[in-house]
């Protein structure tokens, strides 16, 4: 079956620190590859996705890029800031446009000043 | 964006009685809505997916007279937990998808259930 592994956390780096959060996968096929954000309080906000190989996701500064050869979806971020402080979680979809998500561990970091 | 809440955010109740959980999509008409669990230290796991207006399907291992699970309108699901124990506490998830076009998921914040 399908499974995504991610670094365990916490992670804790100063402000404008060099973030990288990996995540591997084992899926059958082609999968889809997300990153989800949860803030504290809030429910789990999609960060990026990528539906192919070689596909980069990006959005506030993050991106991630599937690799198929190493079926990983590392999470990157050049310059962390405070507000950055969440939990991020891997996840993926398989690849016959199932809506079902498989979920990593999640990763909290915390960003200090 | 697509806003989805929980009702309660944390709620405790005795061993042997039930609680019911809601799931709201507030600015959206969601076709299908999502459970979750997710114990600590661990990823989220799907429990069911409930389709309005239809029966909802489970997850191998979930039982599905002990997690009742009602999706009577496009904004509104319930997750009921029957006869709880003290191995039910967990933080139980929901989340929505709006129509057939996307398939992104919108979550809500989650409920903490303790039981006693």
């Known amino acids: 079956g399908n499974s995504v592994t991610q670094m365990e956390g916490p992670v804790t780096l100063s402000e404008e620190a060099f973030l990288t959060i990996n995540c591997t996968y084992t899926a059958t096929g082609y999968p889809s590859l997300f990153w989800y954000v949860q803030y504290p309080g809030e429910g789990l906000q999609l960060l990026l996705k990528?539906?192919?190989?070689?596909d980069k996701g990006s959005n506030k500064g993050f991106e991630a890029t599937y690799r198929k050869e190493t079926t990983s979806f590392h999470l990157e971020k050049g310059s962390v800031q405070v507000s950055d402080s969440a939990v991020y979680f891997c996840?993926?979809?398989?690849?016959?446009?199932?809506?079902?998500?498989?979920f990593g561990t999640g990763t909290r970091l915390t960003i200090i000043p | 964006g697509a806003v989805v809440s929980q009702h309660p955010s944390r709620v405790i109740c005795k061993s042997g009685t039930s609680v019911k959980i809601e799931c709201r999509s507030l600015d959206f008409q969601a076709t299908t809505m999502f459970w979750y669990r997710q114990f600590p230290k661990q990823s989220l796991m799907l429990m069911a997916t409930s389709n309005e207006g239809s029966k909802a399907t489970y997850e191998q291992g979930v039982e599905k007279d002990k997690f009742l699970i009602n999706h009577a309108s496009l904004t509104l699901s319930t997750l009921t937990v029957t006869s709880a124990h003290p191995e039910d506490s967990s933080f139980y998830i929901c989340?929505?998808?709006?129509?057939?076009?996307?398939?992104?998921?919108?979550f809500g914040p989650g409920t903490r259930l303790t039981v006693t």
């Open positions: 989340s929505a998808r709006a129509g057939t076009v996307s398939y992104e998921q919108y």
């Open positions: 996840a993926l979809s398989d690849s016959f446009g199932n809506e079902k998500l498989t």
């Open positions: 990528a539906t192919k190989a070689d």
